[in-house]
Antibody, heavy 122, light 109 residues
Framework: QLQLQESGPGLVKPSETLSLTCTVS??????????WGWIRQPPGKGLEWIGS???????FYNPSLKSRVTISVDTSKNQFSLKLSSVTAADTAVYYC??????????????WGQGSLVIVSS | SSELTQDPAVSVALGQTVRITCQGD??????ASWYLQKPGQAPLLVIY???NRPSGIPDRFSGSSSGDSSSLTIAGAQAEDEADYYC????????????FGGGTKLTVL
């Protein structure tokens, strides 16, 4: 059974870099059919896609965040990671890691982690 | 265009049928998927590729599309269906490989 678990600091200071890791169990991150993504949800608001990565390292980023985001994959640890630089209070959100499948050129998010609340505050 | 638009709130009487819609130019070319999210929980995929249900999703959930709109229909809504519903797809250019609608709060009366 697939499980995704986010880990990382729950509190980040403004202007610093938010770093989260997603550990995947029950599936290989090197699966040729899967992409791995990060999605966030500010308190009381909707979902926002941050970006996605393929095991080869190919990435897709939300244009509105692209200048600050790096998503990488570590196949040896079956993990993928998110780095978001120069954070502000607007980056406070629950951050979800997820598995995504490409279906007719559309990335479908079929499994989600439980989410990790990250607060940006001094 | 890189937007998917949903009505903020919809209500339905218990046992009745409700349709939740999503509108966006890219839906003319690309299929929508639908997620439900209950308070404090991660979203759950209920429909993908227009009208496919993942294992374990009740058959009262169905999807359809026409032109620039896609819809999620719940036939015989149950109390446990009360949740936020999000549509998702992509944009036409590929800049946004994943787009989410703003979400619809479904209330079951």
């Amino acid at each position: 059974q697939l499980q995704l678990q986010e880990s990382g600091p729950g509190l980040v200071k403004p202007s610093e870099t938010l770093s989260l890791t997603c550990t995947v169990s029950g599936d290989s991150i090197s699966s040729s059919s899967d992409y791995w993504g990060w999605i966030r949800q500010p308190p009381g608001k909707g979902l926002e896609w941050i970006g996605s990565v393929y095991y080869s390292g190919t990435t897709f980023y939300n244009p509105s965040l692209k200048s600050r985001v790096t998503i990488s994959v570590d196949t040896s640890k079956n993990q993928f990671s998110l780095k978001l630089s120069s954070v502000t209070a607007a980056d406070t959100a629950v951050y979800y890691c997820a598995r995504q499948g490409l279906r007719r050129l559309v990335l479908v998010t079929d499994s989600w982690g439980q989410g990790s609340l990250v607060i940006v505050s001094s | 265009s890189s937007e998917l638009t949903q009505d903020p709130a919809v209500s339905v009487a218990l046992g009745q049928t409700v349709r939740i819609t999503c509108q966006g130019d890219s839906l003319r070319s690309y299929s929508a998927s639908w997620y439900l999210q209950k308070p404090g929980q991660a979203p759950l995929l209920v429909i993908y590729d227009k009208n496919n249900r993942p294992s374990g999703i009740p058959d009262r959930f169905s999807g359809s599309s026409s032109g620039d709109s896609s819809s999620l229909t719940i036939a015989g809504a149950q109390a446990e269906d009360e949740a936020d519903y999000y549509c998702s797809s992509r944009d036409n250019s590929g800049d946004h490989m994943v787009l989410f609608g703003g979400g619809t709060k479904l209330t079951v009366l």
